[in-house]
């Protein structure tokens, strides 16, 4: 799906262009939300299955924490963008093999049956993300309003609070405010399970309210820790721009090594590197995911001694998701 064009003016609902994509069948429904309990690793989860271009629901708890939340956010919508560059990957090699076939429109033809199926569900259908922390106070005490966030690559988001959208604030092409009152799907002043049903809204247009998209919040000017896996291995979200990374490099010393600070703890020697494999045993790495791309990620890993199996995030002292991390010579 080609990028959207950014709306910009205010208006009391989806156009056109938009009323089309709320209109697609949905391929996926996935939930991130702290309804649901937390535990398993959702990353390894998702990723397995978009790696292998399979499209399903999924279900992944967050806990109290709204980084984790935003985490997954992002992660959906770049899975997504995964299984585009692998599609499209795969038709650049069909015709480039075949390019009589492609003259003629019959390259679809060429492609492998579960790359036909992704191309068609990628162009015809609709993913969607459930973001949901929705607490109560004498103010929301039946929770903030949800909005709709529509990505540049046709993801659609339904979210509250806003922070949840922090993560792909510049991917948002489109905002729309789900008000309570008045709701076509539940009772806005009673219902106590908004997020059950809460995603049909894209059923019920006239429901949606523009809204400027600059009212989502920055997800900050600090490099965070932002999840952990069943490992122990930790992924850091940097700060924006390229600050976080000329502060990575400058902090690397002759020996490759870099001081690895959280909440402003003793920091910790990591070795900068391009992949695991190069970190010694035994002892932490830091590199980027070749999976990521130009993702802004880094990972932090606890390289295993042989026959042992111990976790960085406890190496560490256990810190909390979205702790911050500063790279400081060592």
Same mark, same amino acid.
């Given at each position: 799906?080609?990028?959207?064009?950014?709306?910009?003016?205010?208006?009391?609902?989806?156009?056109?262009?938009?009323?089309?994509?709320?209109?697609?069948?949905?391929?996926?429904?996935?939930?991130?939300?702290?309804?649901?309990?937390?535990?398993?690793?959702?990353?390894?989860?998702?990723?397995?299955?978009?790696?292998?271009?399979?499209?399903?629901?999924?279900?992944?708890?967050?806990?109290?924490?709204?980084?984790?939340?935003?985490?997954?956010?992002?992660?959906?919508?770049?899975?997504?963008?995964?299984?585009?560059?692998?599609?499209?990957?795969?038709?650049?090699?069909?015709?480039?093999?075949?390019?009589?076939?492609?003259?003629?429109?019959?390259?679809?033809?060429?492609?492998?049956?579960?790359?036909?199926?992704?191309?068609?569900?990628?162009?015809?259908?609709?993913?969607?993300?459930?973001?949901?922390?929705?607490?109560?106070?004498?103010? $929301?005490?039946?929770? %903030?309003?949800?909005?709709? +966030?529509?990505? @540049?690559? /046709? =993801?659609?988001? *339904?979210?509250?609070?806003?922070?949840?959208?922090?993560?792909?604030?510049?991917?948002?092409?489109?905002?729309?405010?789900?008000?309570?009152?008045?709701?076509?799907?539940?009772?806005?002043?009673?219902?106590?399970?908004?997020?059950?049903?809460?995603?049909?809204?894209?059923?019920?247009?006239?429901?949606?309210?523009?809204?400027?998209?600059?009212?989502?919040?920055?997800?900050?000017?600090?490099?965070?820790?932002?999840?952990?896996?069943?490992?122990?291995?930790?992924?850091?979200?940097?700060?924006?721009? $390229?600050?976080?990374? %000329?502060?990575?490099?400058? +902090?690397?010393? @002759?020996? /490759? =090594?870099?001081? *690895?600070?959280?909440?402003?703890?003793?920091?910790?020697?990591?070795?900068?590197?391009?992949?695991?494999?190069?970190?010694?045993?035994?002892?932490?790495?830091?590199?980027?995911?070749?999976?990521?791309?130009?993702?802004?990620?880094?990972?932090?890993?606890?390289?295993?001694?042989?026959?042992?199996?111990?976790?960085?995030?406890?190496?560490?002292?256990?810190?909390?998701?979205?702790?911050?991390?500063?790279?400081?010579?060592?």
């Amino acid at each position: 799906m080609s990028r959207l064009n950014t709306v910009r003016q205010l208006d009391y609902g989806p156009n056109r262009e938009e009323r089309k994509l709320l209109w697609r069948p949905t391929a996926a429904l996935h939930i991130v939300s702290d309804t649901i309990s937390p535990g398993d690793d959702f990353d390894a989860r998702l990723t397995s299955r978009y790696r292998h271009l399979r499209f399903t629901d999924s279900e992944s708890g967050i806990g109290e924490s709204l980084e984790l939340g935003a985490y997954g956010v992002e992660l959906i919508a770049q899975l997504v963008d995964g299984v585009r560059a692998e599609v499209d990957k795969a038709v650049e090699e069909v015709l480039k093999a075949h390019p009589i076939a492609g003259r003629f429109g019959a390259g679809n033809l060429l492609l492998h049956p579960d790359i036909r199926a992704a191309r068609r569900t990628l162009d015809n259908k609709a993913v969607i993300v459930l973001a949901n922390s929705a607490q109560r106070d004498s103010e $929301t005490p039946n929770g %903030s309003h949800f909005y709709l +966030a529509i990505l @540049d690559n /046709g =993801v659609e988001v *339904v979210a509250t609070p806003l922070s949840l959208l922090s993560y792909v604030r510049r991917r948002v092409v489109a905002l729309f405010e789900i008000p309570n009152k008045d709701h076509p799907h539940f009772d806005g002043e009673r219902e106590q399970f908004r997020s059950s049903v809460v995603a049909r809204t894209r059923q019920k247009p006239k429901h949606l309210q523009r809204v400027d998209k600059g009212i989502i919040p920055n997800h900050g000017k600090s490099t965070k820790l932002v999840y952990v896996d069943n490992f122990g291995n930790g992924r850091l979200k940097l700060r924006g721009g $390229t600050g976080a990374v %000329s502060e990575l490099q400058s +902090a690397r010393n @002759d020996d /490759g =090594v870099v001081g *690895v600070k959280m909440n402003g703890n003793e920091p910790v020697k990591a070795h900068f590197t391009d992949c695991l494999a190069r970190v010694p045993s035994g002892e932490f790495g830091i590199y980027g995911n070749v999976a990521d791309g130009d993702a802004d990620y880094i990972e932090l890993v606890l390289r295993w001694p042989d026959g042992e199996r111990p976790s960085g995030h406890k190496a560490l002292g256990s810190p909390a998701l979205g702790s911050e991390v500063q790279f400081v010579k060592i």
